[in-house]
């Protein structure tokens, strides 16, 4: 845990912004965009390009970005409202998530790439896993923001009403 926290010190601050809300919008926009992409050339029995695999790599960084992060800002704020709402556990392994997608997308186009030589039931069964997980990170990245706006508005919700200050 102290490499963790040694390397979330460089991810505390940009501009004088916690860092964590500005990274979190690429992953919670751009990772299920590329599950869908994936899923859909995955269903259409099409190669994932180079080009792709290199955006998930990208995406995979950017998470593992998201998660030094916020455990910066959790250092700022404190932990107890990411514990209790689950936000910790999900951010942390997150990036282990994208990384086992994208270790799944590089089975498929091995075993598109070697169809023939290969066992016949191993594409059919890679094409599934991968589709499913598709679906997966969508809801894991669905789960994982609704834990973390949760953690952070609970407490302004429970605590104000509807048209307090007025513009």
């Known amino acids: 845990m102290e490499i963790s926290q040694t390397l979330s010190r460089y991810f505390d601050l940009f501009f004088g912004l916690p860092l964590h809300p500005l990274v979190v919008h690429g992953v919670v926009v751009l990772v299920p965009l590329f599950a869908l992409y994936v899923a859909y050339r995955v269903v259409k029995g099409k190669v994932i390009s180079r080009n792709a695999m290199f955006v998930g790599v990208i995406l995979l960084v950017i998470s593992a970005a998201s998660r030094l992060s916020g455990e910066a800002l959790a250092s700022r704020i404190g932990y107890e409202?990411?514990?209790?709402?689950?936000?910790?556990?999900?951010?942390?392994?997150?990036?282990?998530?994208?990384?086992?997608?994208?270790?799944?997308?590089?089975?498929?186009?091995?075993?598109?790439?070697?169809?023939?030589?290969?066992?016949?039931?191993?594409?059919?069964?890679?094409?599934?896993?991968v589709v499913v997980s598709s679906v997966a990170i969508l809801l894991f990245t669905l789960w994982t923001g609704h834990t973390g706006a949760t953690s952070h508005w609970q407490g302004v919700r429970d605590y104000t009403e509807f048209?307090?200050?007025?513009p």
């Open 81 to 129: 409202s990411i514990e209790e709402t689950g936000h910790l556990s999900a951010g942390n392994i997150y990036p282990l998530t994208i990384f086992g997608f994208l270790v799944l997308v590089w089975l498929y186009n091995k075993s598109m790439q070697r169809r023939r030589n290969s066992r016949w039931w191993f594409a059919p069964l890679v094409k599934g896993l």
């Open 163 to 166: 048209g307090d200050r007025q």
